[in-house]
């Protein structure tokens, strides 16, 4: 006995793209709720700001801005009668108005002869050079009757003791030293180098060197004035 198979029923014919319209008016409606503003951010709030000033920042001046006038004069005063911050100057400038937060007021402009820039001896102190400079002020008046400052070489020059700047980091030294072929470990934070010299910071910060009279010891100790800038 064989039984007829249904005929699948005709697949209805789909365009390729359906055609649509887009229409567009623009109608005026009645919002029937309130808006209501919450004085709300995501930052800290007046308390907040007092708190971090007078126990971690402790600032020497400050320059308040970004703040409603009574907000900003309130930390202003705040600031002012804090026994634990000690700040010299607060300013609240309006707005459009400059203030001159300059620390130090006695600073004056001069001009270096050209003798003294020549046998000044200039130390690279990484992105500035630095000298040692010994002279003598000179009033002078310019062709526009205005007088300048002029810094003129000392004849007898006074002996000073040399100043070392930069604070070169004992990782750093002990790099420079590895690649200089001395071996340099650190044992309980003392920079030991070919077991005959030993570099460590006291308590004050400066680095001591220690070891016997020998060539290491004279190496090592170049090395580390090779990363000071000495005037």
Known sequence: ???????????????????????????????????????????????????????????????????????SRHLAEFCRDSQDMG?????????????????????YQVKLKDALVTAAQFSK???????????????????DKEQVAMLEPMVNKPPHIPVFINEPRLS?????LNKSGIQAEFNGGVLVCNNKVAIRRNASGTVQVDGTVCDDYYKVRNLLYSMYAII
């Open 172 to 176: 750093d030294l002990r790099q420079v």
């Open 87 to 107: 700040v010299s100057q607060i300013f609240v400038p309006g707005i459009g108005e400059t203030v001159d937060a300059t620390s130090e007021r006695h600073i």
């Open 1 to 71: 006995m064989e039984v007829e198979k249904p005929k699948p029923a005709p697949k209805p014919d789909v365009p390729a793209e359906i055609p649509t319209k887009c229409v567009t008016s623009r109608i005026k409606t009645q919002v029937n709720c309130k808006v209501k503003f919450i004085d709300f951010e995501g930052r800290s709030d007046g308390e907040s700001i007092k708190r971090i000033l007078a126990a971690v920042l402790k600032p020497r001046q400050m320059v308040i801005v970004h703040g409603t006038p009574d907000a």
């Open 125 to 143: 102190a990484k992105d500035a050079e630095l000298a040692w400079i010994d002279a003598i002020i000179d009033i002078q008046t310019n062709a």
